[in-house]
């Protein structure tokens, strides 16, 4: 597997780059966009955590990479994505940390911006495996990951906190080099089906 470095990657209007502290106001309204840090089975932070959850994503590094996920149009800054869990001596990393905006939601977003990690991870880093994690309750998330073609492994019973203190099951899944043609394919067919249409820009609070 080659060295992760910080890169960008673009497709369909959609900027994937390093996730930095200027960031942070964008993130933030992303994360106001639908209230999600108060969904029980993601871990988006709250707004006045935002800049800790950036820096935390940058102190993490070599095993963690984040991305800030941009659209081109606007420049706004709709969500975030990382590499993590990366293990350089088998090949395998995972993508996850994952959230979008509400309104960016059910779009083109999601399936872009994971055929641009898989694409990098496959052909440009060359891993032998990609995987994914998510809560055993988050079923929204675990019907996004099998839509991309990724294969079930099984679940981790009792294996982590929540943010209410209860403690989820983790469902894994993962694709493999030898899947990733196929996978790929059908990918970019799904893209092709479906007119990229612009995002809804974000609800601007008239001033006081």
């Given amino acids: 597997m080659n060295e992760i470095t910080p890169v ?15 960031h942070a106001a964008g993130l933030r309204a992303a ?39 941009i659209d081109m149009d606007s420049g706004e800054v709709i969500g ?5 869990d990366v293990v350089p001596t088998i090949g395998r990393l995972e993508i996850g940390y994952t959230w979008y905006a509400g309104r960016c939601q059910r779009s083109h977003v999601n399936t872009t911006a994971k055929l641009l990690l898989l694409t990098h991870a496959f052909e440009t880093l060359d891993c032998a495996l990609v995987g994914f994690r998510t809560d055993n309750f988050n079923h929204a998330s675990q019907a996004a990951i099998e839509r991309l073609g990724a294969k079930k ?24 080099r030898g899947e990733w043609p196929e996978i790929a394919a059908h990918l970019r067919y799904k893209l092709a089906q479906r007119p990229i249409a612009a995002l809804p820009r974000a609800v601007q609070e008239a001033p006081c």
């Fill in 8 to 22: 960008t990657l673009e497709l369909n209007g959609i900027r994937l780059e390093p996730l930095a502290p200027h």
């Fill in 31 to 69: 994360a106001m966009d639908g209230e999600l840090w108060k969904l029980r089975v993601t871990s988006v932070p709250e707004p006045d955590q935002v800049d800790q959850y950036i820096f935390k994503g940058i102190e993490m590094r070599p095993t963690r990479f984040a991305f800030a996920v």
């Fill in 80 to 84: 975030t994505t990382s590499y993590h």
């Fill in 153 to 176: 492994d099984g679940v981790l019973r009792h294996h982590a906190l929540r943010r209410d203190g209860t403690v989820r099951d983790t469902v894994m899944y993962s694709i493999t």
